[in-house]
């Protein structure tokens, strides 16, 4: 991970306000960021990176690293030959072999999308992208991860899966459809998941939801789905994410 330092050595720049050093942030889907901020009365803070695949489930993470605020590079795997853009073996970053995983730290990686999108979330509260942690909504949330990566996301593997026969994506689809539904029916008069606000669940659910086009799964079988989908994909910090992918 590069270092890029601010002026005057760290013990001098442990008395100044970030705005004193060249700080780049994830703008017009481009990422630019330093490794680490210098802030007062502490040398420097590591800035997060995620690890990722195109429109992969690591847009999800990549869509709340944007929404955040927080400054964070990016960088690109390989899942086939498990190296990184930069030529590094991925599996010793992220021993599972797969995206997402998040560097917080010079030896930390914090793996597992629902994971990394709360931590992000944790670490920008007035962003409002998750509840606190000790409400009940907090826990609404964290039902809607479970049943997105467990429910949805899980029946959309088979189609991304060469080994995958004609029966276990039958079956997948079958399961698919009456969540689908289900989903419809919350979303319908709802602006995002948990109401009014943008949350990381719905940086979730629109990465999920936006592979249908690639299964031939029609959405619009369910217009309060195509809504969503519309509504959150216009989102200035979606956007960017995805045209950092190279997606848009």
């Known amino acids: 991970m590069s270092l890029i330092r601010g002026r005057g050595t760290p013990r001098a720049a ?10 780049f942030h994830h703008r017009c889907g481009r990422a630019l960021t330093t490794s680490f901020i210098m802030l007062r009365g502490s040398p420097w803070r590591y800035v997060l990176k995620l690890f990722y695949k195109a429109g992969a489930c690591s ?4 869509i709340a690293l944007v929404e955040s605020g ?3 590079e990016i960088e690109a795997v390989d899942l086939k030959t498990k190296l990184t853009a930069s030529g590094a073996d991925f599996t010793k970053i992220n021993a ?8 917080i730290d010079i030896g930390e990686v914090l793996t597992e999308g629902p994971a990394i999108m709360q931590y992000i979330a944790d670490q920008a509260p007035a962003k409002h992208l998750a509840p606190l942690n000790d409400a009940m909504a907090r826990y609404r949330l964290q039902s809607w991860l479970t049943f997105i990566g467990t429910e949805l996301h899980r029946n959309f593997s088979p189609f991304f899966n060469p080994a995958a026969g004609s029966d276990w994506k039958a079956a997948a689809m079958t399961s698919l459809e009456p969540r689908l539904e289900y989903t419809a029916r919350h979303i319908d008069d709802r602006q995002y998941l948990l109401g009014d606000e943008f949350s990381i669940g719905d940086a979730y659910l629109f990465t999920v939801l936006g592979w249908a086009k690639h299964i031939d799964l029609d959405l619009g079988k369910w217009p309060a ?11 200035p910090g979606v956007q960017a994410a995805m045209k950092a992918e190279g997606l848009i």
């Open 14 to 23: 442990a008395h100044c306000f970030p705005r004193r050093h060249t700080v």
């Open 59 to 62: 847009l999800a993470s990549h």
């Open 96 to 103: 599972k072999g797969y995206v997402p995983a998040l560097q």
């Open 70 to 72: 927080l400054p964070f």
């Open 225 to 235: 789905l195509v809504a969503y989908q519309a509504r959150v994909g216009a989102r």
